[in-house]
């Protein structure tokens, strides 16, 4: 069974900084595109990031130039590393595992509260 287990939520105030981790049990991990999204209280679930297998990134404008995701292939973990974190960034954040041909996957998603 897969699984996507996230890791590194919690409470920051704003301009702090956290490091989402995304720990992935695929056997083809490589071959995935790899996604952050949140979702906040009332609101859709949005994609915040993403990077190919290739390490192609995409962002959304309101994270671009504060958030950066990564990956190591060899751990089958996907990272978000958030700066000048604001309080809008408060949200849920999932983990999504992407491909055109298999299955999709969601982690069950970290906490992120940004608060003074």
């Known amino acids: 069974q897969v699984q996507l287990v996230e890791s590194g939520g919690g409470l920051v105030q704003p301009g702090g900084s956290l490091r989402l981790s995304c720990a992935a049990s695929l056997r083809i991990f490589r071959l995935y595109t790899m996604g952050w999204y949140r979702q906040a209280p009332g609101r859709q679930r949005e994609l915040v990031a993403s990077?190919?297998?290739?390490?192609?990134?995409n962002y959304v404008d309101a994270v671009r130039g504060r958030f950066t995701i990564s990956r190591d292939n060899a751990k089958n973990t996907v990272y978000l590393q958030m700066n000048s974190l604001k309080s809008e960034d408060t949200a849920v954040y999932y983990c999504?595992?992407?491909?055109?041909?298999?299955?999709?996957?969601w982690g069950q998603g970290t906490q992120v509260t940004v608060s003074s």
């Open positions: 990077i190919t297998g290739g390490d192609l990134t």
């Open positions: 999504k595992a992407e491909h055109t041909v298999f299955a999709d996957y």
